[in-house]
DNA sequence: CGGGATCCTGGGCGATACTG
DNA sequence: CAGTATCGCCCAGGATCCCG
């Protein structure tokens, strides 16, 4: 039995959770990949992540930055400049984050299959029933 | 530069996003995590994860279980007993995911302290606009 | 015991308009 | 360009009741 974070001692999770909702919300992951490639700007971020509003994109950047993950820098010229970047704090998380991502990559196709045949499945019992 | 799972080609980004969401909701994590200790009946779940109700915990399980990240076993007897546990692949999920909350439990401290900092940095520009 | 069915509310999120 | 402010929709998820 390989050692399991989980495992140690309860508390731990319901701080993880917070950690959960910071990354698991819609946008945040998505934009912390983004600065994964180097810093860059408000409109470039909105231009590349697909379907962001400017909003939840001000939104999520904030977060991200209040909880050091993320570090912005604004140039006091017009029109404005700001440049967002990952921190230290901020790449470590996405080595982390990476971890998930890489797994969801390799085993889709064993998800697909499962989830179409349990969808066959309980359609199958459903015929039984109106039967 | 190290290996990015992030950066090989964008499509792998919208679909890590099904994992996450699957992952990042409020309860599947903890579910997961509770199975990580072997075999449990429902109640046995419901009574250790704090807080759930018993709708958001079937509706979990039920999604857990179409993806093929948990096993559902109906014992035909009065009164009825169901054991879940986690398939194989569930439990590399466990360990892709343990990756994320060690994260969490080792930067605690750093995300506290940067939230702290950024709080009275904010308050004091609000207190200067308002003088 | 292990669920379904139904109802209801909070807040996450999008759309739009305005600003330095 | 990089936001802020306001409004309103939608649905995840909680509460409650019932059932085999």
Redesign the pocket.
Same mark, same amino acid.
């Given at each position: 039995m390989e050692p399991n974070a989980f495992r140690e001692h309860r508390p731990s999770m319901c701080r993880a959770r917070e950690i959960l909702d910071r990354v698991g *919300?819609?946008?945040s992951l998505q934009v912390i990949a983004m600065l994964g490639e180097g810093t860059k +700007?408000?409109?470039?971020l909105?231009r590349e992540i697909d379907?962001?509003?400017?909003?939840? #994109?001000? =939104?999520t #950047?904030?977060g991200l930055e209040r909880d050091g993950i993320v570090s912005?820098t =604004?140039f006091p010229v017009m029109?404005? +400049? =700001? *440049?967002?970047a990952l921190t230290p704090l901020g790449a470590t998380l996405l080595d982390a984050a990476s971890a998930l991502v890489g797994w969801a990559e390799a085993h889709l196709d064993e998800i697909d299959a499962a989830r179409a045949d349990y969808d066959t499945r309980t359609a199958e019992l459903d015929a039984l029933r109106s039967s």
């Amino acid at each position: 039995m390989e050692p399991n974070a989980f495992r140690e001692h309860r508390p731990s999770m319901c701080r993880a959770r917070e950690i959960l909702d910071r990354v698991g *919300d819609k946008w945040s992951l998505q934009v912390i990949a983004m600065l994964g490639e180097g810093t860059k +700007r408000f409109t470039e971020l909105k231009r590349e992540i697909d379907g962001i509003s400017q909003r939840m #994109l001000t =939104v999520t #950047l904030r977060g991200l930055e209040r909880d050091g993950i993320v570090s912005r820098t =604004v140039f006091p010229v017009m029109p404005p +400049r =700001v *440049d967002y970047a990952l921190t230290p704090l901020g790449a470590t998380l996405l080595d982390a984050a990476s971890a998930l991502v890489g797994w969801a990559e390799a085993h889709l196709d064993e998800i697909d299959a499962a989830r179409a045949d349990y969808d066959t499945r309980t359609a199958e019992l459903d015929a039984l029933r109106s039967s």
